[in-house]
T-cell receptor
Framework: AQTVTQSQPEMSVQEAETVTLSCTYDTSESDYYLFWYKQPPSRQMILVIRQEAYKQQNATENRFSVNFQKAAKSFSLKISDSQLGDAAMYFCAYRRGAGNMLTFGGGTRLMVKP | KAGVTQTPRYLIKTRGQQVTLSCSPISGHRSVSWYQQTPGQGLQFLFEYFSETQRNKGNFPGRFSGRQFSNSRSEMNVSTLELGDSALYLC?????????????FGPGTRLTVT
């Protein structure tokens, strides 16, 4: 069974600074996808960024980028120029190549200080 | 385009009762997945449906069931409610159960069992 671990229950960052959220996963599959989801206090889960395991290049989406280390099974999220609106729960998730089932990590609560 | 809608948004039930939650996917989406979110267990996968067929089921007791209709709307049912069923139930939809298709989450139904 696949497992996803987020070792940082809470993180805080100063506005405009950079923060990195950690995620490790365990799988024996070769075809899989990794995601970071954001869940603001309103509870609607939003996709932040995705990474296909077969791609060596790290994904980037504006201020969000990942550091995907396949051999180490590590998938961290870097948020640059943090904004107050970035405050939320962040979930790392794993998905096999087939099907829609997501396996989530326990989440990291990110606080942004003005 | 309207997002994923879930009804009701809040629900209070008594132990032993049963409950039905509804999810209307984004127009054109045929794949629907359900997740349970609790503070203790985090986000856990319940079921996945595509074209009225259950494709995957998570590790939940038989009291949890679901179905999908021809218009892609989905319902989940929990019978003989227990206190531990209190949770936020999230629904997600996508065009197909394909990795390239992004999953969009609804706002969730908050179920409280007393």
């Amino acid at each position: 069974a696949q497992t996803v671990t987020q070792s940082q229950p809470e993180m805080s960052v100063q506005e405009a600074e950079t923060v990195t959220l950690s995620c490790t996963y365990d799988t024996s599959e070769s075809d899989y996808y990794l995601f970071w989801y954001k869940q603001p206090p309103s509870r609607q889960m939003i996709l932040v960024i995705r990474q296909e395991a077969y791609k060596q290049q790290n994904a980037t989406e504006n201020r969000f980028s990942v550091n995907f280390q396949k051999a180490a099974k590590s998938f961290s999220l870097k948020i640059s120029d943090s904004q107050l609106g970035d405050a939320a729960m962040y979930f790392c998730a794993y998905r096999r190549g087939a099907g829609n089932m997501l396996t989530f990590g326990g989440g990291t609560r990110l606080m942004v200080k003005p | 385009k309207a997002g994923v809608t879930q009804t009701p948004r809040y629900l209070i039930k008594t132990r032993g009762q049963q409950v039905t939650l509804s999810c209307s996917p984004i127009s054109g989406h045929r794949s629907v997945s359900w997740y349970q979110q609790t503070p203790g267990q985090g986000l856990q996968f319940l079921f996945e449906y595509f074209s009225e067929t259950q494709r995957n089921k998570g590790n939940f007791p038989g009291r949890f069931s679901g179905r999908q209709f021809s218009n892609s709307r989905s319902e989940m049912n929990v019978s003989t409610l227990e206190l531990g069923d209190s949770a936020l139930y999230l629904c997600a939809s996508s065009l197909r159960p394909a990795p390239i298709d992004e999953q969009y989450f609804g706002p969730g139904t908050r179920l409280t069992v007393t």
